[in-house]
């Protein structure tokens, strides 16, 4: 069964650093574009940083230079290296698989069960 896991949330303060890790199970992440996306409290969820079944990386400008999404296809997961983090990067933040070719569509996507970020300032 498909499933994507999220870990490595938590608690970190302005201009701190975490690293985010999703398993994609049964899936073969080079065939997907492979998305971070992130829900603030009474927000959309927007997508944060993909990687396209190219390999070819694409970022949000809120996060471009601080943000860097990385996979393994060998192991099948997939990374996000979050540095000098703000307050406003605060929410959960989902794994998701997409259609290649089609990332930041949000149609085209399954999700993982989100992994709490909170920066404090």
């Known amino acids: 069964q498909k499933r994507l896991v999220e870990s490595g949330g938590g608690a970190a303060q302005t201009g701190g650093s975490l690293t985010l890790s999703c398993v994609a199970s049964e899936y073969t992440i080079s065939e997907y574009c492979m998305t971070w996306f992130r829900q603030a409290p009474g927000k959309e969820r927007e997508g944060v940083a993909a990687v396209d079944s190219d390999g070819r990386t694409k970022y949000r400008d809120p996060v471009k230079g601080r943000f860097t999404i990385s996979r393994d296809t060998t192991n099948n997961t997939l990374h996000l290296s979050m540095t000098s983090l703000k307050p406003e990067d605060t929410g959960i933040y989902y794994c998701?698989?997409?259609?290649?070719?089609?990332?930041?569509?949000?149609?085209?996507?399954?999700w993982g069960q989100g992994t709490q970020v909170t920066v404090s300032s």
């Open positions: 998701a698989a997409g259609r290649a070719g089609y990332c930041w569509i949000k149609h085209f996507y399954t």
